[in-house]
Every structure is written in C-alpha cells, then in structure tokens.
C-alpha cells in the first residue's frame, strides 16, 4: 500500500472562497483508495479581490495576468496560513493539487482559463504543486469537465450510486455499463449568489430567502426550454452561457424572491429529471447547494430516488478533496480524466507539476 498527503485546493464559479483540505491517501490492493481528512479550512476573498474576480472576464489581458499573479500569492499566503494553523509537519506533504480559478470556459472554441495556477504557489510555499487540470483535455477534444467523477468513482462509492454536486453548477457522475458517465446539469449556486448579492447577502441561508417567492411560470417553462437542457452529454457550463442564455430571461421577473423561487424550482425539476433519468436508486448530494434545506426538499420531490446527504465536512470539502486526489494520480502519471465524462479523444493524465 502506498501512502501520500496531499493539500487540496478548489476555488468555485461561486466564487464563495478558497476551500483548503489536508488529506491523506492510502491506496488499495483492489485499485480503489482510502482517504482521511486530516484538517480542512475556508478562506473568503475581501471585497476588493471579489469584485476583480467578478469582472475578470472583461478586463485587458494585462490586468488578468496581474491578477492570475496575485491569486497565486494569496493561495500560497493561505496554505502557509494553513499550515503554521493547523500544526501541519511541512516535510510530511508531498504536494499541492489546485484547480485555480476559471474564468474562461468555452471548449467548444478549444479553450478553458484557469487563474492562479503560476509557480507563486510552488515558490512562495517551497512545495511542489499539480496546476491546471483542465486544458490538456479540452486539447483533446473534451469538455475539461466535469474532472471530479474519478474521484466519484474510486473514494465515494461506498456511499451511493451516483453523486451530485450542488456548486456554482450542478453535475452528476454516475456507472453506466462499467463506464463512468458526468454530465454538467444547470447553474445553482452561481446564480442564487450573484442575486443575493443584490441584498447584501453573499449566499441564501437554507433557501429561506426564495422560499417566501411565487414560481414564475412563464419565466419557469422559458428556463427549461432552454436548448442546452436537450442536448446529450458530454457537455459542460461556464458563466459567459449564463450570461447569455439565462440573465436575459430573469429580466422578466421583477420581484427578486419571486425570480430565486423560480429558480429553485428550475435547478430542482433539471436534476430530478437528469437523476431519475440515468435510474439511480441512490445519490450523494455535496457542494454548498446541500446546505439549502428547501432546494433539497424541491429535489426530492422531483426525484424518485434517496437523495443521501453527507457529514458536513464531505459536503464542503469533497472538490478539495478530489482535486487532492487528482494531483496524486497525475503525480503517478495515472490516469485522472475520462474521456467518457469529457468527451475528449482518450483518457488522459492532466495537470502540470511545478517544483519550487
């Protein structure tokens, strides 16, 4: 058995902070593998940050550079933070997986952006760090997501058959066949968030905020007409096809409780219909999206399926971890992105390894 520790990194479209996991991972003879959550950790980005990443897809190439540099300076900054915190024996860490921040995503153009991902947080830590997850796929063909579904299948499936995420989008990753199949379902928390925002809130606490809306029919069946939803998989979601597809259709709507009600609504009748679909009996539901008692009631009552909500520190660290887990295999050179959930010509070892 082979044993390694590993600091995970994942940042959201949510853009809800950097979530921090220590992990260590103990393989198996059957190929499956074992991990503990030794600490984990949140930090939020100040306002200041927040606004730049908000905009970052609209400034000139010379300031996202100039950001990409400070985000890395800031997650090496929170990693050593972490550490000297949390007692970690620095030697005992062989590296850092992150998946950086996105600010691009469009692969059906052949290209996805991730920023962050420079040797600030290799140097500015004196560990070595996986960067960049995404890329080498989309050069293949695929998607660049969903990546998670590897770590689905190899750390969680003791705890169901599928396994949904509720983050800045949905997904779901599930067996078919022997093949493990993900699927990007709709936007959830990137968009509850941004409208929040508008009240001084940065997340709406267990849905209490929507929950006192009416559903918007007109703007409800709109939503679900939309053409993405028709499409089969492969397929993925950035924020530049919310803005295009989904923002003009909230205009409609002018009552703010009222447009979040109709999304839950939305979010909860999309993935019923997707999980009740691909048949599972059972499915994990982590992200932050789990921690919204009503947006998990409206799937239930879509879903015909138990939906299985985790331990808390599972719901909120899960993409760090996995992300952890994806630098190990790419720390390996195994195998870590399906082509099967991407689309991409071949599986594929992603990620680049930084020393310091």
Sequence with gaps: MKTFRVIGLMSGTSLDGLDVAD??????????????????????????????????????????????????????EWVNRFIDEHLVDKSEVDFIASHGQTIFHQPEKGFTLQIGNGPELSVLTQLPSVV????????????????????????????????????????????????????????????????MRSVGEEFDAYGNY????????????ELN????????????????????????????????????????????FQIGKVLNN????????????????????????YYRGA?????KEIIDFKEAIGFAFLGLLRWNDEINVLSSVTGSKCDSSSGIILMP
Excluded: M
């Excluded at 989008?169 to 093949?179: A, D, I, L, P, T």
């Excluded at 992200?287 to 239930?300: D, V, W």
């Design 23 to 76: 992990v260590t991972f103990v393989s198996q003879p059957d190929g499956f593998w074992k991990f503990t959550l030794n600490h984990s950790a949140i930090y939020s980005y100040g306002s200041e940050l927040l606004a730049r990443l908000k905009t970052a897809h609209q400034i000139p190439a010379q300031d996202l550079v100039q950001l990409s540099t400070d985000l890395g300076r800031l997650y090496a």
């Design 132 to 195: 960049d997850f995404r890329t080498k796929d989309v050069a293949l063909g695929g998607n660049g997501a969903p990546l998670i579904p590897i770590a689905d299948h190899l750390l969680f499936s003791k705890y169901a058959e599928a396994f949904l995420n509720l983050g800045g989008f949905s997904n779901v990753s599930y067996r078919q066949n022997k093949e493990v199949l993900s699927n990007d379902i709709c936007p959830v928390n990137i968009l509850i968030n941004e409208l």
């Design 210 to 221: 929507g929950k006192g809306g009416a559903i918007n029919q007109k703007l409800f069946d």
């Design 225 to 268: 007409g939309l053409t993405f939803y028709a499409q089969s998989g492969p397929k993925s979601l950035g924020w530049e096809w919310v803005e295009a597809e989904i923002l003009p259709l909230l205009e409609q709507e002018t009552d703010l409780k009222s447009k979040i009600r109709t999304l839950y609504e939305h979010i909860a």
């Design 278 to 301: 691909i048949g599972a009996k059972s499915t994990l539901v982590t992200g932050g999206g789990a921690l919204n008692s009503f947006l998990i009631e409206r799937i239930r009552d």
């Design 307 to 311: 939906l299985i909500v985790p331990e």
